[in-house]
């Protein structure tokens, strides 16, 4: 452990003093998730309750920390991703080592994903994609406590981790939270009254958030851009909105004709604008935050998305060959290396040769999003994958150790992500896949455990 921390606290130096990374909090400002940051500052608790668009957890982080560090905020921010990082990876090296019994192997493992371009561009990125990568790992280390010591308390950790979670991306659904919970009651039943004993409280924190988003909102979801999102991946084509086919009234098809995510002017012709008794709540009736920038948790967006949702639906049942191609790209786009995420490119450029390194040079096969690294991770992932369902399907329901158990829990949060990122969203799909980075990690460890560990020795002794 001490060589871990040594190791990523010195590389930490190199890339800010010899590279120049620099933290970029921009997306404070600019993004789409954060409520206006005035109203963070003076009405932080009216601006959380009636937040419709994202779950509440980033923006009341982002909120405490403005009251707090008014002027600093950015190297708190800073300080706090280098501080989360650093407990990941020493958690992810402790997991590796219970499960592997192998130190030396999982120092490897663990050092060469805290150096790698992808960990310290999204380290150095304020957002919450490396926060949900670093919860995702800690549970990891938190289930195997919880099933190794068989305590309450390592259970409840462990739920309430992805508690937090769910309260912070919307994408790790309610539905999620549920499923691993049904999971562990039936793969470890000698231990389901504890288990639900831990997870009946942050299950219940959980389904409050949609219950309330229910009542006030009518829509029983941590977030209100379902539609527009799914609408990205879906939606035909607009010279093809007016096919008699899709059965889309004049109102929904002038609306999805604009396009999702754009300024509410757009769609204020075509719709009937909200009144009634939440039309004096700030977060809800800005068209525009302070500095600016459009507010997407303007409630008129309720409608407007769920517009976006019935086209949606209708245009994959009208042309599903439509959807298959999206779906194809956004694949494509989730096995791309991770760095690759535009909102990167500043930092990135900084460490080019580096970043190439890691990347095999990127170098392209077909057309300009396809490349060799592209091939080798799909490749390696549904090995991987294929290895670990095969280890699964081995073991006999009653007989599953606890390193069996984080097995198919770590096998179970891929799948998830990379069903939901791919079938769901189109063009963001390789930032989903970072934050089951750690979780691969573990399946590749575990499952390839003894052959890379003769390869790591190998590799030490011709040094």
């Keep these: 452990m001490a060589w871990l921390v040594s190791i990523t606290l010195t590389s930490r130096l190199v890339f800010k003093h010899v590279f120049h990374l620099e933290f970029d909090s921009s997306h404070l400002w600019i993004g789409w998730q954060v409520i206006d940051p005035q109203l963070l500052q003076h009405h932080l608790l009216q601006s959380l309750w009636y937040l419709h668009s994202q779950p509440p957890l980033y923006n009341l982080f982002l909120g405490i920390t403005l009251k707090l560090f008014p002027a600093s905020y950015a190297l708190v921010l800073e300080w706090l991703y280098l501080l989360l990082g650093l407990l990941q990876s020493l958690l992810l090296f402790r997991s590796l080592c219970i499960i592997t019994h192998k130190p030396v192997l999982s120092l490897a493992v663990a050092v060469v994903f805290a150096?790698?371009?992808?960990?310290?561009?999204?380290?150095?990125?304020?957002?919450?994609?490396?926060?949900?990568?670093?919860?995702?790992?800690?549970?990891?280390?938190?289930?195997l406590r919880f099933l190794q010591s068989k305590r309450w308390i390592w259970g409840f950790a462990f739920f309430t981790d992805l508690s937090i979670l769910g309260l912070t991306i919307s994408m790790f659904h309610l539905l999620w939270l549920v499923l691993i919970t049904a999971g562990l009651l039936w793969l470890y039943r000698r231990l389901a009254r504890t288990i639900l004993l831990a997870a009946i409280g942050p299950l219940l924190l959980v389904s409050a958030w949609y219950l309330k988003n229910l009542l006030v909102f009518g829509a029983f979801t941590a977030s209100s851009w379902f539609g527009m999102n799914i609408s990205r991946i879906m939606l035909l084509p607009a010279t093809e909105l007016q096919q008699p086919g899709l059965q889309l009234d004049s109102v929904t098809r002038r609306v999805v004709y604009e396009g999702p995510f754009k300024p509410l002017a757009h769609y204020r012709s075509y719709i009937p604008l909200y009144h009634g008794p939440l039309e004096h709540i700030p977060v809800l009736q800005q068209e525009c935050k302070s500095n600016g920038c459009d507010?997407?948790?303007?409630?008129?967006?309720?409608?407007?998305?769920?517009?976006?949702?019935?086209?949606?639906?209708?245009?994959?049942?009208?042309?599903?060959?439509?959807?298959?191609?999206?779906?194809?790209?956004?694949?494509?786009?989730?096995?791309?290396?991770?760095?690759?995420?535009?909102?990167?490119?500043?930092?990135?450029?900084?460490?080019?040769?580096?970043?190439?390194?890691?990347?095999?040079?990127?170098?392209?096969?077909?057309?300009?999003?396809?490349?060799?690294?592209?091939?080798?991770?799909?490749?390696?992932?549904?090995?991987?994958?294929?290895?670990?369902?095969?280890?699964?399907?081995?073991?006999?329901?009653?007989?599953?150790?606890?390193?069996?158990?984080?097995?198919?829990?770590?096998?179970?949060?891929?799948?998830?992500?990379?069903?939901?990122?791919?079938?769901?969203?189109?063009?963001?799909?390789?930032?989903?896949?970072?934050?089951?980075?750690?979780?691969?990690?573990?399946?590749?460890?575990?499952?390839?455990?003894?052959?890379?560990?003769?390869?790591?020795?190998?590799?030490?002794?011709?040094?």
């Design 115 to 143: 150096v790698s371009p992808c960990f310290v561009l999204y380290e150095n990125w304020f957002f919450y994609t490396f926060p949900g990568m670093c919860l995702l790992s800690i549970s990891i280390y938190l289930l």
């Design 295 to 463: 507010n997407y948790n303007n409630i008129n967006y309720v409608q407007v998305s769920e517009r976006f949702r019935q086209a949606a639906v209708r245009s994959l049942r009208y042309h599903a060959g439509h959807y298959l191609h999206y779906v194809l790209v956004a694949n494509t786009l989730y096995f791309s290396p991770a760095s690759e995420y535009f909102h990167l490119e500043k930092n990135r450029k900084k460490i080019g040769r580096y970043n190439s390194l890691f990347n095999l040079g990127d170098i392209r096969i077909h057309k300009r999003y396809i490349g060799l690294m592209n091939i080798l991770l799909a490749l390696i992932t549904g090995m991987v994958i294929i290895a670990s369902l095969l280890w699964c399907l081995r073991k006999r329901l009653a007989c599953m150790k606890a390193r069996d158990i984080v097995i198919a829990y770590a096998l179970f949060n891929i799948l998830f992500v990379l069903c939901t990122g791919n079938l769901l969203e189109i063009g963001e799909n390789m930032r989903f896949r970072f934050m089951t980075i750690p979780l691969f990690l573990v399946l590749c460890t575990t499952v390839y455990g003894r052959w890379l560990y003769n390869f790591c020795l190998r590799c030490y002794k011709m040094l």
